[in-house]
């Protein structure tokens, strides 16, 4: 069932389950290159549709990931998901740059985390990517750590912040 908010500049927010249809426009959100270098832990090629199928394939059909579709008024917009990693809970989401700026990515994990609950709750982000820390730390989630790892996207390895929600 999909869950909505309704925002102060009259734009409504909502999830709900992830259809086979909304792939095409994760797809497409995915070919941004701003948005790549911001992610930066990205897909090693995000234009290999086959590669991006199979992967979406097993997060609908693992029991241990919570995803959602993002939608601003009633548009398909991007996606929120919680899964496992290195035994911790982690949430990531990627929105459609047409929506970046008003509050999309932050009232959409707002509303995630009443749906994905287990605390405590990791979010890893590029050292540089202030969106998307800014939208953890709006959402209650605090930083607790530093780590280095490989970006895909920048082909070489990069800092990255560990926040974590309790
Ligand atoms: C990161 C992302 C989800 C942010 O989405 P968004 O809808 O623009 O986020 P919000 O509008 O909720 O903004 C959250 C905060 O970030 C700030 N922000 C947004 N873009 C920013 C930028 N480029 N630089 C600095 N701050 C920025 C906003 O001002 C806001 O903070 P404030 O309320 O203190 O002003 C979006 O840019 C995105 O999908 N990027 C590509 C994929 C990605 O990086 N995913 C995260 C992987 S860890």
């Not at 990515?105 to 995630?112: G, N, P, S, V």
């Not at 009443?114 to 930083?143: H, Q, W, Y």
Request: charged share 30%; proline share 4%.
């Amino acid at each position: 069932m999909a869950s909505s908010v309704p925002d102060m500049g009259g734009t409504s927010i909502e999830l709900r389950e992830v259809r086979k249809a909304d792939l095409d426009v994760f797809f497409a959100h995915m070919q941004d290159a701003e948005a790549l270098w911001m992610a930066a832990f990205t897909p090693p090629d995000p234009t290999d549709r086959e590669a991006f199928d199979a992967h979406w394939d097993r997060l609908l059909h693992n029991p241990d990931i919570t995803t959602r579709t993002i939608l601003n008024n009633g548009e398909v917009v991007g996606s929120v998901t919680g899964f496992e990693m290195f035994g911790d809970r982690e949430v990531t989401y990627w929105l459609d740059r047409a929506a970046w700026g008003s509050g999309v990515a932050t009232a959409a994990l707002r509303q995630f985390l009443s749906i994905e609950e287990t605390r405590p709750l990791f979010g890893r982000v590029a050292a540089d990517n202030v969106a998307s820390r800014r939208v953890l730390e709006k959402c209650g989630f605090v930083k607790v750590g530093d780590d280095r790892g490989f970006a895909s996207a920048r082909d070489e390895e990069i800092d990255e912040l560990i926040l974590r929600l309790d």
